[in-house]
């Protein structure tokens, strides 16, 4: 199973400041995903990138969101202005196989925006 | 839009019995996954299913793609306390491999 790693593991901001939270595949892939789970509820997609951009994105990845993969490793999710209602666990997913939808999923953010 | 409606909600059973849970939704999914989570983890990946009437074992897990492509069902036979989590079904949402989620059947084994 393909492994991804997340950091940070919790985040703690205050409302209106920036975040970036970032996802290392540990080997290359093509596709990769950020996913949000609000307390409690179920994990919600945000956002596909291929190919080095957005393939797919979802209403709630609205401006203040954006994503990139810097240095052809690290994919980040970057969210620009908090707000109270961002606070959730953030998974970063990688999806090995063009053939196959199984996506792997690393093991989250919590975002806590006070 | 679509969504998936995972029933029951929760569950709490004996140490030893056999669990099934379902998964439903009122568009056709040509995928479905299967999720469990555990408290404060990512979701692991089960089971994939690609063919409708495609059964599928992982272990003590054995999964189903319906026939109508409308719905899939998971079984754990002989469960265990570590079976203890959060179950999500997931269906193929768009052609970039995005997923949508159920809202997961929550598992508890008494030992």
Redesign the interface.
């Known amino acids: 199973e393909p492994e991804v790693t997340q950091t940070p593991s919790h985040q703690v901001t205050q409302m209106g400041q920036e975040v970036i939270l970032r996802c290392v595949p540990i080997s290359n892939h093509l596709y990769f995903y950020w996913y949000r789970q609000i307390l409690g509820q179920k994990v919600e997609f945000l956002v596909s990138f291929y190919n080095n951009e957005i393939s797919e994105k979802s209403e709630i990845f609205d401006d203040q969101f954006s994503v990139e993969r810097p240095d052809g490793s690290n994919f980040t999710l970057k969210i620009r202005s908090t707000k109270l209602e961002d606070s959730a666990m953030y998974f970063c997913a990688i999806r090995p196989d063009r053939a196959f939808y199984e996506q792997y999923f690393g093991p989250g953010t919590r975002l806590t925006v006070t | 839009g679509q969504q998936l409606n995972q029933s029951p909600q929760s569950m709490f059973i004996q140490e030893g019995e056999d669990v099934s849970m379902n998964c439903t939704s009122s568009s056709i999914f040509n995928?479905w996954?299967w999720?469990k989570q555990d408290p404060?983890?990512?979701?692991?990946?089960l089971i994939?299913l690609?063919k409708a009437g495609e059964l599928t074992s992982n272990g003590r897990l054995t999964a189903q793609f319906g026939i109508t492509r409308k719905d899939s069902f998971l079984n754990i036979s002989a469960s265990i306390p570590s079976d203890v989590g959060i179950y999500?079904c997931?269906g193929?949402?768009?052609?970039?491999?995005?997923?949508?989620?159920?809202?997961?059947t929550k598992l508890s084994v008494k030992p």
């Open positions: 995928t996954l999720y404060g983890e990512g979701p692991v990946l994939a690609y999500f997931a193929l949402g768009g052609s970039q491999g995005n997923l949508i989620f159920g809202k997961g």
